[in-house]
């Protein structure tokens, strides 16, 4: 479970979370392919570490909305390079991580996304995109060379 860890007093409760969430897109990707790549990657974080989706929302008339994650998802850009490296540094390492590669841009369900990534080896994957979540200092190493979307 991740822990939040209030970092001042009651009047500036800020919040620090040990783990990170974040996503890498590649720096070349159209506006419409950054939405959907970032949207089906923390889908896979959600989907794997449930514990980290909040409570049900609730608006003052009663209407309930989805949970969503406890803490921030930290969107990172790179170059294909930036990309690889990160995903090389997550594989080494044993950590879990979401793949959407420029192959899924032309697939239209599960089963086919699945298939299109199972068809190549891991160091040929045409990745756009990855996500991770774990302890922070590890998710730093991840994403090394990234920088925060604009």
């Keep these: 479970m991740t822990a939040a860890v209030p970092t001042a ?28 790549v970032t949207a089906f ?13 909040g409570a049900d929302y609730q ?9 969503m994650f406890r803490q921030p998802v930290l969107v990172f850009t790179g ?3 930036v990309l690889v490296g990160a995903h090389r540094r997550a ?11 420029g192959e899924l841009f032309s697939t239209g369900n599960d089963r086919d996304n699945r298939a ?15 996500a991770v979540h774990g302890p922070r200092n590890a998710v730093d190493k991840v994403v090394r ?3 925060l979307h604009p």
């Design 116 to 130: 299109a990534v199972q068809a190549v080896a891991r160091d040929r994957l045409d990745l756009v995109g990855l």
């Design 41 to 53: 990657l923390t889908s896979g974080v959600a989907g794997a570490e449930p514990e980290l989706l």
């Design 9 to 36: 007093g009651p009047e500036q409760a800020r919040v620090r979370f040990d783990t990170k969430i974040a996503v890498l897109l590649r720096d070349d990707l159209a506006s419409w392919q950054r939405l959907n």
């Design 59 to 67: 608006d003052a008339d009663g209407t309930r909305y989805l949970p």
């Design 145 to 147: 060379g990234a920088v």
């Design 79 to 81: 170059a294909r390079d």
């Design 91 to 101: 594989v080494e390492r044993g950590t879990r991580i979401a793949t959407f590669t």
